[in-house]
């Protein structure tokens, strides 16, 4: 199978030189996603398309596609077939096999492109296979202004080609051809449809995560990092850095009015952002804000929050009601993390500033203790993307794993009255409540198609049952391991 790829019409006007490096990197960036699936797969092309051939006789077409459609830069992807030039008959005979079932009841176009000397018109080819495909389909018509299916074919020299299906691709710049910016995620709705739309506008991002809820909250935004960038980034590394922010939200509660609590926490957060971006070479940081949508997003306020980064602030929401960002959200995959994500406020002020006016605003920060930012941030952990979900192992030969899936079911194992006293929680994920001495009269209970990964507070329980389980020839079985 071959496919032909045109770039998004933003790259296609671009100057000869901006639009040769553009092409360069979409043809780099296809190349390292399709080379997950198959390192067979030959990736060409010049200034104006990139071409993919599938090697024949793997049942690759499919994940192919699918892998083409999460690539930003791409405006359209064209299944074609290629044949060697040996009359129009043969031509128009191969279309119309190739359209078989396909055009009856419907409107359609033949366009021809033509590159190279021939004997004939492009309009002499449109005419001829036009006429084949209307006695060969049923109620068929044709409409050259506005059909329902386009018949393209392409000659080229003494070869030509039929388009069989065209797939609209995801728009936008080739990831990586823009410059680099530090997105800041919470898991929520906005901070992922954020962090797509930069994905897809070709900017490279790293994910920053300022931790105010614990590991559980930590887990869930892990997961839907990893997930984006699996789905849309992974032509490119990315990081996820993690900074401990209770510290800080405990000494803005201790020396800032409550206020203006909100708008100092964030401002905070901007100030840690643009050190974190400046050691990784990102040239702006990326909020899920949207006007208005809570107190501290009015633009008097954000104006206030800006002036603590030098750093360009890009708000990808700002027009955006909620109902479109959740709209974008499913479209994506995230709205089931979000949805199970929860809300950490860190501060929350009974009546918060809505007109916050900077010199007041600066004049409580100056009360906080410097040193209190400065430890969060040379505390932060920072993880490639692509690391996230990875496991450690044991010499006990027990996988351990920080991150789970989102289908990996957790299996906590300590005594009722030790869970109850700190309840496990999870975002995506289910968890079974099986206390540590019912765990081998259960186990034939569970489903044998899931992964299990044991929980008790000090890992030491898990692990022992974990192996246990792993010697009885249970190969589905982990230990969640999180980072305290």
Known sequence: M??????????AIKSKPVRRRQMRHLRQNIRKVLARLDHDIVVEGSWDKVEVEVPGGRSLAGPVVEALLRIPGISTIQEIVAFPLVSLDDIAEKTVAAYTGRLDGKTF????????EHDFRSIDLERLAGGALMQAASDARVDLRSPEVEVRIEVRDDQFHIAHRRHRGLGGYPLGSVENVMTLVSGGYDSSVAAYLMLR???RSHFLFFNLGGVAHEVGVRQVVHYLWDRYGASHSAK???????GVVEEIRRSVGHRHWGVVLKRQMLKAASEIARNNNAVGLVTGDAAAQVSSQTLTNLNVVDRASDEVVLRPLIAMDKETIISIAREIGTESYARNMPEYCGVISQKPATRAQLSRVEEDEAAMDPLVLARAIE????TQVSELLETTTTPEDVDLVKTPAVSDVIIDLRHPEEGEQSPLKLTGNEILKIPFYELNRRWSELPANREYLLYCDRGTMSRMHAVHLKAEGHANIKVYAPAS
Not at 109 to 116: E, M, P, Q
């Open 2 to 11: 071959k496919l032909l790829i045109r770039p998004a019409p933003e790259v």
């Open 109 to 116: 176009a033949v366009r021809v492109r033509r590159h190279g």
């Open 201 to 203: 506008r070709g900017l």
């Open 240 to 246: 996820f850095i993690s900074v401990p922010f209770d």
């Open 379 to 382: 505390a932060r952990e920072e």
